[in-house]
Nanobody
Framework: VQLQASGGGSVQAGGSLRLSCVIS???????MGWYRQAPGKQRGLVAW????????NYADSVKGRFTISRDTAKNTIYLQMNSLKPDDTALYSC?????????WGQGTLVTVSS
């Protein structure tokens, strides 16, 4: 199983970015999500879909601004990020879980300037 994340970059506060994570080698049924790690901080959950069609969950800090979605045909999960803030600056990583196994992408850096 391989995950390839992309879409990060530098943006001014208030801007938007869309992150993508292409998944290969996995079955279609898995939990999926995005995490982020800011400099000097622990990695934390940003958004999560526990199962196909399941209820989406978001960290309080991104509710109303970020949207996680999935394109099954493209084996890709997305994170649409709007109204970005400097506090959103972090390395964003995608993750899927199949049973007890957890798989990570390499991360994509998001930098938000004020």
């Amino acid at each position: 199983v391989q995950l390839q994340a992309s879409g990060g970059g530098s943006v001014q506060a208030g801007g938007s970015l869309r992150l993508s994570c292409v998944i290969s080698g996995a079955s279609s049924v898995y939990a999926m999500g995005w995490y982020r790690q800011a400099p000097g901080k622990q990695r934390g959950l940003v958004a999560w879909i526990p199962s196909p069609g399941g209820t989406k969950n978001y960290a309080d800090s991104v509710k109303g601004r970020f949207t996680i979605s999935r394109d099954t045909a493209k084996n890709t999960i997305y994170l649409q990020m709007n109204s970005l803030k400097p506090d959103d600056t972090a390395l964003y990583s995608c993750n899927i879980r199949i049973g007890w196994d957890s798989y990570w992408g390499q991360g994509t850096l998001v930098t938000v300037s004020s």
